[in-house]
T-cell receptor, first 114, second 111 residues
Framework: DSGVTQTPKHLITATGQRVTLRCSPRSGDLSVYWYQQSLDQGLQFLIQYYNGEERAKGNILERFSAQQFPDLHSELNLSSLELGDSALYFC?????????????FGNGTRLTVT | GQNIDQPTEMTATEGAIVQINCTYQTSGFNGLFWYQQHAGEAPTFLSYNVLDGLEEKGRFSSFLSRSKGYSYLLLKELQMKDSASYLCAVRPYTGRRALTFGSGTRLQVQP
């Protein structure tokens, strides 16, 4: 168990809808990262937050947004959903200190858009 | 730009040794990570290299050559449970902590 909690585990919704994915980082970790993993594709970095502020952006679509709250949990909002958004969405957290600190991943949310 | 290459699939026999290669071209380099991911599950951290050379951790070892932009993960005494995808990831530069991942190598261990 990595200590990173993601909810829900599965989400099935229709095109055009909006969903919210939730992540609680490991105790003490201030950084949260969101990744998307489509079928047979690698992990694509979406966005990073550190202590409530956006720190880095990757290949995140304008239809997607995220935030990190004062209690350090984070939410990823996906809107105007398309079939191609079906994927596993992972949240990860890391310790502040040390460039050798790995990312610790949650179990992911499997999103299916029909 | 950033480019990380790994073989797509490999097959090996239980009890044997397998080497999974990774080459990278990134704008800056601040460490290379290997992760294991079973199908539909979370990636789990295996190893980290930032200096040239070999890091050993039980049955798993990882090697890095920064001048060649090359790393490999060595798995010894293969077990059936080692059947999984192995992801190579680079931390591109200081100040950006997010990892850039390769597409992963799917390893099938056969009896």
């Amino acid at each position: 168990d990595s200590g990173v909690t993601q909810t829900p585990k599965h989400l099935i919704t229709a095109t055009g809808q909006r969903v919210t994915l939730r992540c609680s980082p490991r105790s003490g970790d201030l950084s949260v990262y969101w990744y998307q993993q489509s079928l047979d594709q690698g992990l694509q970095f979406l966005i990073q937050y550190y202590n409530g502020e956006e720190r880095a952006k990757g290949n995140i679509l304008e239809r997607f947004s995220a935030q990190q709250f004062p209690d350090l949990h984070s939410e990823l909002n996906l809107s105007s959903l398309e079939l191609g958004d079906s994927a596993l969405y992972f949240c990860a957290s890391s310790a502040l200190q040390g460039t050798d600190s790995p990312l610790h991943f949650g179990n992911g949310t499997r999103l299916t858009v029909t | 730009g950033q480019n990380i290459d790994q073989p797509t699939e490999m097959t090996a026999t239980e009890g044997a040794i397998v080497q999974i290669n990774c080459t990278y071209q990134t704008s800056g380099f601040n460490g290379l990570f290997w992760y294991q991911q079973h199908a539909g599950e979370a990636p789990t951290f295996l190893s980290y290299n930032v200096l040239d050379g070999l890091e050993e951790k039980g049955r798993f070892s990882s090697f890095l050559s920064r001048s060649k932009g090359y790393s490999y993960l060595l798995l010894k005494e293969l077990q059936m449970k080692d059947s999984a995808s192995y992801l190579c990831a680079v931390r591109p530069y200081t100040g950006r902590r997010a990892l850039t991942f390769g597409s992963g190598t799917r390893l099938q261990v056969q009896p």
